[in-house]
């Protein structure tokens, strides 16, 4: 229960004011218990990229264990007023409110896992009034985490197997932005993280190296390094950037040797500034010409996907890579832009619903949506988003969202997984929550059924998820059908 332990016992206020007026109007039309479906989904990849890698879905289930409204949230609500100084809500439906027990089932797409556009990553099935209530929570929670561990894993496969450390608390929106984006960072691909919080919270490995102000706080750089190394003679990286980076590596060997005797050994030194890509290659030569070949050299200072990526090509000799201000907060881009949407309601029957849109494909899916991936022994082919509350043909189509005249005929029973699992059932939670180092490994495994084409930053292939030609016809008939323009031939 990380959130709830740093903040407070209940987080059923963390939402929208509208989603309690709606609420209210729900339960005073009757419709309070209507069975409905919402999707969350998004519509573009982050980051001008090829994929998405799901996360959040811990966070978003502790908050639904915990929906309950306590008696300071219902006296809250009870001291709202309207526009005429009175009473927003009636007593009567605090008392709802107050008697409210989670009960909608929810299907997830586990984290670690990558998607694309238009792929429900949450369904919420049940009484109208809970699955409209939780809209902003989960987006704010899904959407974030998304967002940073897709961020990660851009970084984490620009350092081609190299170390990431996660550096950027100091520069994160705020304590939740600090913590939830270092387990998000981790899931996607970050080895460990400079944040202790999160590292006690998460079980998230915590390293560091030390700052400037260490070595200022000396008369010179060598005492610096020295005291430092007689704190941690097996741990030590060595900021060597304060007053001049060559000069300072070579302090550091001399130290290092200095210490030796006593069973010191140089773990690391490390460039903050300057000509990262000069500075690491004259830095190895000095190490290694001194015999310390093991010692890492460890950069940061303002790093990205893309200033990896060239610093690699240019031959950098940098083995560990710190990441902060544009892991942490995804500086290029700062919100995924999920969106969740009402898909069906029951009225006796289900009626399947949408939100119209300028373009087709900007309009929402109708129905219970899943998502069938297709794949082979190396890598995932194609990803079907169908309605589960239909039959689906033996040998379904796949639309091209972009070029809707091009299909992709499957053999409904070859190979395949169902993406959306079960989380909980009638308000129980059905799911093993999977440990964070196996998200991990989950999110390593997913990026490798990937073909480079699609993981690539400069325009990547987009792989092909679409909708299943049954329901993509259905949703042409309903625009048709809503826009008053007959139905599709
Ligand atoms: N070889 C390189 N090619 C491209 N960019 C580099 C290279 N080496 C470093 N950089 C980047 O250039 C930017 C400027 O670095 P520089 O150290 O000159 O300035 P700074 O960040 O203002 O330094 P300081 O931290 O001392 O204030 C940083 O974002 C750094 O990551
Ligand atoms: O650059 P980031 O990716 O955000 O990584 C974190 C930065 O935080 C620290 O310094 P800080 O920025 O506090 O000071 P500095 O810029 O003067 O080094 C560290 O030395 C990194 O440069
Ligand atoms: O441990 C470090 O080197 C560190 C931690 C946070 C931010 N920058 C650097």
């Given at each position: 229960?990380a959130?709830?332990?740093?903040?407070?016992?209940?987080?059923s206020?963390l939402t929208?004011l509208?989603?309690?007026?709606?609420?209210?109007?729900y339960?005073k039309q009757g419709?309070?218990?209507?069975e409905?479906?919402f999707?969350l989904?998004?519509r573009k990849n982050?980051?001008?990229?090829?994929?998405?890698?799901a996360?959040?879905l811990?966070?978003?289930?502790?908050y639904?264990q915990?929906l309950k409204f306590t008696?300071d949230?219902l006296?809250y609500l009870?001291s709202l007023?309207g526009a005429?100084?009175?009473?927003?809500f009636?007593?009567?439906?605090?008392?709802y409110?107050?008697?409210?027990?989670f009960?909608?089932?929810?299907?997830?797409?586990?984290?670690?896992t990558?998607?694309?556009?238009?792929?429900p990553?949450?369904?919420?099935?049940?009484?109208?009034l809970?699955?409209?209530?939780i809209?902003?929570?989960?987006?704010?929670?899904i959407?974030f985490?998304?967002?940073?561990?897709?961020?990660?894993a851009?970084?984490?496969?620009?350092a081609k197997?190299d170390t990431?450390?996660?550096?950027?608390?100091?520069r994160?929106?705020?304590i939740?932005g600090?913590?939830?984006a270092a387990?998000a960072?981790?899931v996607?691909g970050?080895d460990?993280?400079?944040?202790l919080?999160?590292?006690?919270?998460?079980?998230?490995?915590?390293?560091g190296?030390?700052?400037?102000?260490?070595?200022q706080?000396?008369?010179?750089?060598?005492e610096?390094f020295?005291?430092?190394g007689?704190?941690?003679?097996k741990d030590?990286?060595?900021l060597?950037?304060?007053y001049?980076?060559?000069?300072?590596?070579k302090?550091?060997?001399?130290?290092?040797?200095?210490?030796?005797?006593q069973?010191?050994i140089?773990g690391?030194?490390r460039l903050?500034?300057?000509d990262l890509?000069y500075?690491?290659i004259?830095?190895?030569?000095l190490l290694?010409?001194?015999g310390?070949t093991?010692t890492s050299?460890?950069?940061?200072n303002?790093?990205?996907e893309?200033l990896i990526?060239?610093l690699k090509?240019?031959?950098?000799k940098i083995?560990v890579?710190g990441?902060?201000?544009?892991m942490i907060?995804?500086?290029?881009?700062?919100?995924?832009?999920?969106?969740?949407?009402l898909a069906?309601l029951?009225?006796?029957?289900?009626?399947?619903k949408?939100?119209?849109?300028?373009?087709?494909a900007?309009?929402s899916n109708?129905?219970?949506?899943?998502?069938r991936?297709?794949y082979?022994?190396?890598r995932y082919?194609a990803?079907?988003?169908?309605?589960e509350l239909e039959p689906?043909?033996?040998?379904?189509?796949i639309?091209?969202?972009?070029?809707v005249t091009r299909?992709?005929t499957?053999d409904?029973?070859?190979l395949h997984?169902?993406l959306?699992?079960?989380v909980f059932?009638?308000?129980?939670?059905?799911?093993?929550?999977?440990?964070?180092k196996?998200?991990?490994?989950?999110?390593?495994h997913?990026?490798?059924?990937?073909?480079?084409?699609?993981?690539?930053?400069?325009?990547?292939h987009?792989?092909p998820?679409?909708?299943?030609s049954n329901?993509?016809h259905?949703k042409?008939?309903?625009?048709?059908?809503?826009?008053?323009?007959?139905?599709?031939?």
């Amino acid at each position: 229960m990380a959130l709830q332990q740093i903040y407070r016992t209940s987080l059923s206020l963390l939402t929208d004011l509208y989603q309690i007026t709606m609420a209210y109007g729900y339960w005073k039309q009757g419709m309070a218990e209507r069975e409905a479906v919402f999707h969350l989904y998004f519509r573009k990849n982050p980051f001008e990229g090829g994929y998405t890698v799901a996360a959040g879905l811990e966070h978003a289930v502790e908050y639904l264990q915990a929906l309950k409204f306590t008696e300071d949230d219902l006296a809250y609500l009870g001291s709202l007023k309207g526009a005429q100084g009175q009473p927003l809500f009636e007593q009567e439906f605090l008392e709802y409110l107050r008697q409210m027990e989670f009960s909608c089932d929810v299907d997830a797409v586990p984290e670690g896992t990558v998607v694309f556009p238009n792929e429900p990553l949450v369904r919420v099935r049940g009484p109208l009034l809970q699955a409209q209530l939780i809209e902003t929570p989960l987006l704010t929670i899904i959407n974030f985490e998304t967002l940073i561990a897709t961020k990660a894993a851009r970084i984490k496969e620009a350092a081609k197997g190299d170390t990431v450390i996660e550096f950027g608390m100091r520069r994160a929106q705020g304590i939740d932005g600090a913590l939830a984006a270092a387990r998000a960072a981790y899931v996607g691909g970050a080895d460990a993280t400079s944040n202790l919080l999160a590292g006690k919270l998460y079980d998230i490995p915590v390293k560091g190296t030390h700052a400037h102000s260490w070595v200022q706080a000396f008369d010179t750089e060598e005492e610096a390094f020295k005291a430092y190394g007689e704190a941690f003679p097996k741990d030590s990286v060595f900021l060597v950037d304060t007053y001049n980076t060559v000069e300072g590596v070579k302090k550091a060997i001399a130290v290092a040797r200095e210490l030796q005797p006593q069973g010191f050994i140089l773990g690391g030194i490390r460039l903050d500034s300057g000509d990262l890509t000069y500075l690491s290659i004259e830095a190895r030569k000095l190490l290694d010409e001194a015999g310390f070949t093991g010692t890492s050299i460890v950069a940061s200072n303002d790093l990205d996907e893309h200033l990896i990526t060239h610093l690699k090509q240019e031959g950098a000799k940098i083995n560990v890579w710190g990441v902060g201000t544009k892991m942490i907060t995804a500086y290029d881009q700062p919100a995924l832009g999920g969106v969740y949407k009402l898909a069906a309601l029951k009225n006796g029957e289900w009626e399947y619903k949408i939100k119209l849109s300028e373009q087709l494909a900007k309009t929402s899916n109708p129905g219970a949506l899943q998502v069938r991936r297709y794949y082979n022994q190396e890598r995932y082919l194609a990803d079907m988003i169908y309605n589960e509350l239909e039959p689906l043909p033996a040998q379904p189509q796949i639309v091209d969202p972009v070029d809707v005249t091009r299909r992709k005929t499957m053999d409904k029973d070859a190979l395949h997984k169902e993406l959306l699992v079960p989380v909980f059932q009638q308000g129980q939670l059905v799911y093993t929550l999977p440990t964070l180092k196996s998200i991990k490994a989950t999110t390593a495994h997913e990026l490798s059924q990937l073909h480079e084409s699609i993981r690539r930053y400069v325009n990547p292939h987009s792989y092909p998820a679409g909708l299943e030609s049954n329901l993509h016809h259905y949703k042409l008939n309903l625009i048709m059908h809503l826009k008053g323009t007959g139905s599709e031939a």
